[in-house]
């Protein structure tokens, strides 16, 4: 052993480094987030409490009842039930289990009309199950709610169109689908193309 | 021995470690003998995290099973992804855009980082320091963050796809993870500043489990666990897939196949996983992220069309009940494909019978085997020391139980 091992040794050189930079560490910015009073921003495509995007213009939601949301979900938590009203499927039942979602966005990135979204909320817990049980109504409520705090008039999500994924195999809704506006448009505007596209798309 | 002495000799005692126990990294039960405070039978018991995922699997189209991936080893669920795209892509021969592979190789190199920042955090709070802990979740929260930036989802990413990637990264991600990784080294000296010459580190680490390289071949260990007794063994190195082949870096080597020189072996691991994540940047091509002839996720569960294999004999007595319509029958096939997780050697072993979905899927977990070595590592040592194994052969119960 060298002077200088006994030297370390002895005056537990290791030890006062690790201190020093335990140390230096208090006069540096805190990292935590105070969380309920800040808040970490959220990203877009951030994949929280799921929602049906509410039509501007008919102030329905725009599924078609494809089925390929309940086919594609891995833990199969979306119900949906179409029933035959005045010679036209009717979505009359659509409900997702949010307490067995395992937010992978599949269901919104088959969606043919970018109906469905998953929000950037994601202060949602409830003690109540049945509270994260969500129907049609609840989506669009979903929606409302969603819409109301974004900042922005439209709102994108990025899953709708992935990019750097080729949109030429994508359904045309899909292909042409812009943003969606985030306020209820008051005046009822002319047939928009958006009111039209359900028909475009091939029942299954 | 007096006679005196001999009356105060100690009794073995059996006691149950876990499967609540902080120090266990999960629900893994030892059963430890002991003598006074040394080990003489160690049993790990595993399964409390049983999921089912492989049978699961079974019921699942392919594009399906991918999130199922992300719960195996939570703390790497990106590197799992990868894995499984990369099997699933050669059993499917689908290839893979340029870009995507390059995107793939930065964030399986990001979850290296994140999972051994997650295992050093861990290995040295329950080794007894505490700081480390606190000073490595600031930059694991980093990485969460840029998994966030790109696909929205920061521990379940589901960010891969059977043909690429799900969605582009943006010039925002790549900003924030060159800043990242110009910061992140100097964030490896300050870990190292406080234990690598530490005495309490040293003591409880040297020394410690020591398994020679032919015994750790022998039982089947892979990935740093492996590489602390010396072996080189890389699947990025021996069999490249995704980037690796075009992108240049080492891998470190322990020599005396301790606790330590696993340590340092992953340490260095951070140092490389930058420099592999740089050249990536710089080499970043353009161009689409994901193969338009690749699988969607409507892919069929009936037979999947196939460009005409050179169809191989139906396996022997393993003709199923429910073979579909096609004409000539269920064209069996296996394929083995292993890829380098954080933890060791992910493998995915597929049995198709040609159809949308795997006839049978197995998953051979690091963690798993790794378990197996634990009593080995710990019989004969003391107590205190099986902490330090179960933390240097860095296993997710997750994973192990599947």
Redesign the interface.
């Known amino acids: 052993m060298t002077v200088r091992d006994i030297i370390k ?1 002895a005056f537990l050189v ?2 006062i ?2 201190m020093a ?2 140390l230096k ?1 208090m006069f540096t910015k805190p ?1 935590t987030i105070q969380y309920p009073e800040e808040r ?1 921003r ?6 929280g409490r799921h929602a049906f995007v509410r039509d501007a213009v008919s102030g329905k939601e725009k599924c078609i009842g494809c089925m ?1 949301c309940a ?2 979900c ?1 833990a199969q938590c979306i119900t949906i039930a179409k029933e035959k009203i005045e010679n036209k499927l009717v979505v009359v039942k659509y409900d997702i289990e949010a307490l067995r979602c ?5 269901c919104v ?2 969606c043919p009309v970018c109906a469905l979204v ?1 929000t950037e909320e994601y202060e949602y817990s409830s003690t109540d199950k049945a509270a994260l049980y969500f129907d049609k109504e609840k989506l669009l409520k979903n929606w409302d709610e969603f819409a109301a705090k974004q900042q922005s008039e439209t709102y994108f999500n ?2 709708w169109r ?5 949109s ?2 994508m359904p045309k809704s899909k292909r042409e689908q812009g943003p969606v506006p985030t306020r209820p448009v008051l005046k009822p505007a002319e047939p928009a193309p958006v009111a039209a596209m359900p028909k475009e798309t091939a029942q299954p | 021995m007096s006679p005196h002495l001999r009356r105060l000799a100690t009794k073995e005692l059996t006691i149950n470690m876990g499967p609540q126990h902080p120090a266990t990294h999960g629900v893994l039960r030892l059963v430890l003998d002991l003598d006074g405070e040394k080990v003489i039978k160690c049993t790990p018991y595993v399964g409390y995290l049983h999921r089912g995922t492989e049978k699961l699997g079974e019921n699942r189209t392919y594009p399906m099973v991918l999130p199922l991936t992300d719960r195996l080893d939570y703390v790497s669920s990106m590197a799992n992804n990868i894995g499984y795209c990369v099997a699933v892509e050669r059993l499917l021969g689908v290839s893979v855009p340029e870009r995507a592979k390059f995107i793939r190789t930065i964030m399986a190199e990001l979850t290296r980082i994140a999972n051994h920042i997650v295992w050093l955090a861990t290995h040295a709070l329950d080794i007894g320091a505490m700081t480390v802990f606190l000073y490595s979740m600031r930059e694991r929260e980093k990485i969460l963050e840029l998994y966030e930036m790109a696909c929205g989802a920061r521990l379940t990413v589901t960010y891969p796809r059977i043909g690429g990637v799900r969605c582009d990264i943006n010039q925002e991600f790549i900003d924030a993870c060159t800043a990242f990784i110009n910061e992140f080294p100097s964030h490896v000296e300050e870990y190292e500043r406080l234990i690598d010459q530490n005495r309490i580190w040293l003591v409880r680490t040297k020394g410690i489990g020591v398994i020679s390289a032919e015994e750790a071949i022998n039982w089947g260990l892979t990935g740093p666990t492996l590489r602390g007794s010396g072996v080189p063994y890389d699947v990025r190195k021996c069999a490249p897939y995704d980037a690796y082949d075009q992108i240049d870096f080492d891998i470190p080597l322990g020599t005396n196949c301790d606790v330590y020189d696993r340590y340092r072996c992953r340490m260095e691991e951070f140092r490389q996983s930058v420099r592999i994540i740089r050249q990536c940047l710089e080499k970043l091509p353009g161009g689409l992220v994901l193969n338009p002839d690749a699988p969607g996720y409507d892919m069929a569960a009936g037979p999947r069309k196939k460009p005409a294999p050179p169809a191989p004999p139906p396996a022997a007595g393993a003709a199923p009940a429910e073979a579909p319509a096609a004409p000539a029958g269920p064209q069996f096939e296996d394929l083995y494909v292993a890829t380098e997780v954080p933890k060791g050697e992910l493998g995915f072993y597929f049995v198709s019978d040609g159809t949308g979905k795997p006839y049978r899927m197995h998953v051979r977990a690091p963690s798993f085997v790794h378990a197996s070595v634990l009593p080995r590592l710990c019989e004969g040592g003391l107590v205190a020391d099986v902490i330090a194994n179960i933390g240097t052969i860095d296993i997710v119960l997750g994973e192990c139980d599947r």
Do not use: H, Q, S
């Open positions: 040794r290791e030890i480094k690790g930079l335990t560490m990292v970490r959220v990203y877009e495509g951030f994949r390929k086919n594609i891995p395992i937010y992978c966005g599949y990135e088959v998953l990025k899953f992935p990019d750097g994924v080729d030429a195999k």
